[in-house]
């Protein structure tokens, strides 16, 4: 199935550095979700972007919505140990459906 | 207020049963999708209803069906299951009007495993 390009596809940090992931896709989208996934639970929703350019934070989370339409960014600051996960980007085509990325796995050494 | 949830958490079944996989949206969300998860990767849309009526539906063959209910919780139904059905099946809901810009919040999903 389809699902859109996310890099990078893995990174370890230190603690106290910022992060930096970003998603592509080949289409344009109306939506772009971040989620968080650790294991044995279902991905739990971060930061929901609605319009081209739009920048929106969650704590030390900040995401945007590319002018493009067809990307997006989200970036941690001063990651903790808890940042530890894999985070998915999602993009809504059209009115019914989400398609998710690959998955960035973040690790995160104390 | 509960979040979305699902049952069974965990089942195993062989090639060739049947199974069915329960879910109850978030109070007062009526939209209720359907993902796969395979391990390593990121979730596949399956189906979404709303309203009690399929909305849309992904690449999966038609063994794969589902249903909502009046009160809006679902049921998602594989028929003649495969090894490669072994996955996490989850699901999602959200509030209200379809089209409209509504994020869709997970359960914790059902791992199906097929022996």
């Known amino acids: 199935g389809q699902q859109l390009n996310q890099s990078p596809q893995s990174m370890f940090i230190q603690e106290g550095e910022d992060v930096s992931m970003n998603c592509t896709s080949s289409s344009i989208f109306n939506t772009w979700l971040w989620y968080k996934q650790d294991p044995g639970e279902g991905p739990v929703l971060l930061i929901a972007l609605y319009k081209a350019g739009e920048l929106t934070s969650n704590g030390r989370l900040t995401a945007q919505f590319g002018i493009t339409r067809k990307d997006s960014f989200l970036n941690i600051s001063a990651s903790i140990p808890s940042d530890v996960g894999i985070y998915f980007c999602?993009?809504?085509?059209?009115?019914?459906?989400?398609?998710f990325g690959t998955g960035t796995r973040l690790k995160v050494l104390a | 207020d509960a979040g979305v949830t699902q049952s069974p958490t965990h089942l195993i079944k062989t090639r060739g049963q049947q199974v069915t996989l329960r879910c109850s949206p978030i109070s007062g969300h009526k939209s209720v999708s359907w993902y796969q998860q395979v391990l390593g990767q990121g979730p596949q849309f399956i189906f979404q209803?709303?309203?009690?009526?399929?909305?849309g539906r992904g690449n999966f063959p038609d063994r794969f069906s589902a249903r909502q209910f009046p009160n809006y919780s679902s049921e998602l139904n594989v028929n003649a299951l495969l090894l490669g059905d072994s996955a996490l099946y989850l699901c999602?809901?959200?509030?209200?009007?379809?089209?409209?810009?509504?994020?869709?919040?997970f359960g914790d999903g059902t791992r199906l495993s097929i022996l």
């Open positions: 999602a993009g809504r085509p059209g009115t019914y459906k989400y398609i």
């Open positions: 999602a809901s959200s509030s209200g009007v379809q089209g409209a810009n509504q994020p869709q919040h």
């Open positions: 209803y709303y309203e009690k009526e399929e909305r």
